[in-house]
C-alpha cells in the first residue's frame, strides 16, 4: 500500500470522524453557534483528502471513494437530522399517500387527516418551542415545517416518499428517510464511478462521495433533492436524445431545479452554421421526452387534486424572496443594483448564461453547459439552502471544475448564518461574493494554464 493511498485512507478516517462529531455534538439549527466551525474543518479535511487521491493508484483510488462515501453516510446516520425539519414533511406525505389521500388534497393541519396523526410527527404535551416544533391551529404542534399549507413537492418526489413509506418498519420515524438519502448518496456516488473511469480519471467521484454538503445535506438532513442529482447523472451518463430527456424530465419532476441542466443537455444546438430543422429535431428529442415524463408524473395527482399539485409553490417564491416585488435574495446584485433590478437582471444572466451553452457549448461536454448555468443561477439568486447546490456538486465531479464547489461552501455559511438571525445584504452577499471570486480566479488560472501549455 503505498504513501498516498495511506494518508488519503487517514484523512478519511478523520474527516468521517469529524462528520459524525458534528452531526452529534457540532449544534444543530437551534444552537448554530459551533456549526460554522466544525463545517471549516470539515471542509478543510474534505479538500485535504481529495488532493491527495489524485495520485492513489486507479483501483485503490475506486475503493477509497465508496469505502469512504460509505462511511461518511454512516456518520451522518448516526444522529437524527440537525439542520433541517423538511424530512418530517416527507415522511407525512408518504404517511398521507399510503392512506389512499392526495397529498396535495390538504396541508397538514387539516382536520379532515386528523386521523393520521402520530406522537412521533404531533407530539403532545410538549411547549413546541424546539427549532423542529412548530404549532397550529387547534392547539397542535408538529414537526412538520409550515404545517397550515399545502406541499410543494412534484410528484416523482412524492412517490419517493410513499416508496419509502410502504418499506418503513413501524415506528422507525426519522431513520427510513435518513437511509433513503444514504442509498441515494452512494448510488450517485457509483454511478459518477462508472461514468469517471471510462474516463480515465475515477477519482473526481470523491468530489461527490466525500462532499460534507452531501454528507449533511442528502443523508443527515435527508433532502429529495440527492433523487433529482442522481436522475441528472444518469441523463448525462447515457447518450444524447430520448433517455437522456426522459432522464432530466425525471428529475425535473423531483424538484423542480434539475431544470437547468436542460441547457447543458442541448450543448451547440444554436451553433452557427446549422440547418434549423437539424437543430429542431435534435432539441425535440431531448426536449419532448422531458416533457412527457413531468406530464405522465403529474397526471394522476392531477386528475385527482386538479390544479392543487401547483400546492404551495407560489407562496414559497413569496416567502423566500423571488417574486417581482421582494429583495430577499439576489445579495450580489443588490450590492450594485438598485433593488427592483436585481430579479430582472438575475434572470437576463441566467437567460445569457442558457444562451451562451446553446450556441457555444460542448455537446460531448454536456456537464460543463449543466454546470455553467446551474452555478450562475445559484450566484445570481444566492439561496441559502445549500442542499440546491447538490446538482453542482455533481456536475463539478463529472466537468472537474473545482472553483464551483464554492457555491455549496458558501451556502452551508449563509445557512448558519440565517439561524444566528444574522440578515440582510451585507450577510447574504460575502459568502456568494468570495464564492464568486473563486469562480473567477479558478476560470483564469485555467485559462492561464491553457495559454502556457
Not at 406522537?119 to 414537526?143: E, I, K, Q
Not at 474516463?199 to 460534507?212: T, V
Not at 423531483?254 to 434549423?276: D, E, I, Q, T
Amino acid at each position: 500500500m503505498g504513501v498516498r493511498t495511506v494518508i488519503t485512507a487517514a484523512l478519511l478516517a478523520v474527516l468521517t470522524a469529524v462528520t459524525a462529531a458534528t452531526v452529534r455534538i457540532g449544534g444543530d439549527l437551534g444552537a448554530p453557534d459551533h456549526l460554522l466551525a466544525w463545517y471549516g474543518v470539515g471542509w478543510a479535511l474534505f479538500a485535504a483528502a481529495v488532493w491527495a487521491v489524485r495520485k492513489v493508484p486507479r483501483r485503490a483510488a475506486v475503493a477509497l471513494v465508496l469505502v469512504g462515501g460509505v462511511a461518511l453516510a454512516a456518520a451522518a446516520l448516526s444522529a437524527p437530522p440537525r439542520t433541517s425539519d423538511d424530512m418530517y414533511r416527507y415522511a407525512w406525505d408518504g404517511r398521507v399517500q399510503a392512506a389512499g389521500i392526495s397529498p396535495y388534497a390538504y396541508p397538514p393541519a387539516a382536520p379532515e387527516l386528523a386521523r393520521l396523526r402520530d406522537p412521533w410527527l404531533f407530539p403532545s404535551g410538549t411547549a413546541c418551542r424546539a427549532w423542529d416544533l412548530h404549532p397550529a391551529p387547534g392547539g397542535v404542534c408538529t414537526h412538520i415545517n409550515r404545517p397550515t399549507v399545502h406541499t410543494i413537492y412534484p410528484p416523482v418526489a412524492e412517490g419517493w416518499y410513499l416508496g419509502v413509506h410502504a418499506v418503513s418498519p413501524a415506528g422507525s420515524r426519522h431513520k427510513p428517510f435518513q437511509v433513503a438519502g444514504a442509498v441515494l448518496a452512494v448510488a450517485t456516488a457509483g454511478a459518477l464511478l462508472l461514468v469517471l473511469r471510462r474516463r480515465g480519471d475515477p477519482w473526481r467521484a470523491a468530489l461527490w462521495a466525500w462532499c460534507p454538503a452531501v454528507a449533511f445535506g442528502a443523508v443527515n438532513d435527508a433532502h429529495v433533492d440527492t433523487l433529482g442529482v442522481l436522475f441528472m447523472v444518469l441523463a448525462f451518463a447515457v447518450g444524447p436524445g430520448v433517455r437522456r430527456g426522459a432522464l432530466l424530465g425525471a428529475g425535473i419532476a423531483v424538484k423542480l431545479l434539475p431544470a437547468l441542466a436542460l441547457p447543458g443537455a442541448l450543448s451547440g444546438v444554436l451553433a452557427p452554421g446549422r440547418r434549423w430543422r437539424g437543430r429542431l429535431a435534435e432539441a425535440a428529442r431531448v426536449l419532448v421526452p422531458a416533457v412527457l415524463v413531468i406530464a405522465l408524473a403529474y397526471l394522476p395527482y392531477v386528475v385527482v387534486s386538479g390544479t392543487g399539485v401547483i400546492g404551495y409553490l407560489p407562496g414559497y417564491l413569496h416567502e423566500e424572496g423571488y417574486d417581482a416585488g421582494s429583495v430577499g435574495r439576489f445579495a450580489l446584485l443588490r450590492l450594485v443594483l438598485p433593488d427592483a433590478w436585481a430579479g430582472p437582471v438575475a434572470v437576463a444572466l441566467i437567460a445569457l448564461a442558457a444562451l451562451y451553452v446553446l450556441r457555444f457549448g460542448d455537446p460531448q461536454r454536456p456537464w460543463r453547459g449543466a454546470l455553467l448555468v446551474t452555478g450562475t443561477a445559484l450566484l445570481v439568486t444566492s439561496p441559502g439552502y445549500y442542499w440546491y447546490a447538490l446538482l453542482v456538486v455533481a456536475l463539478v465531479c463529472l466537468d472537474g471544475r473545482w472553483e464551483w464547489l464554492s457555491i455549496p461552501a458558501a451556502g452551508m455559511v449563509l445557512y448558519v448564518e440565517g439561524a444566528e438571525g444574522l440578515r440582510g445584504v451585507p450577510t447574504q452577499a460575502w459568502p456568494f461574493g468570495l464564492a464568486a471570486l473563486t469562480v473567477v480566479t479558478g476560470a483564469l488560472l485555467r485559462r492561464r494554464s491553457s495559454a502556457a501549455a
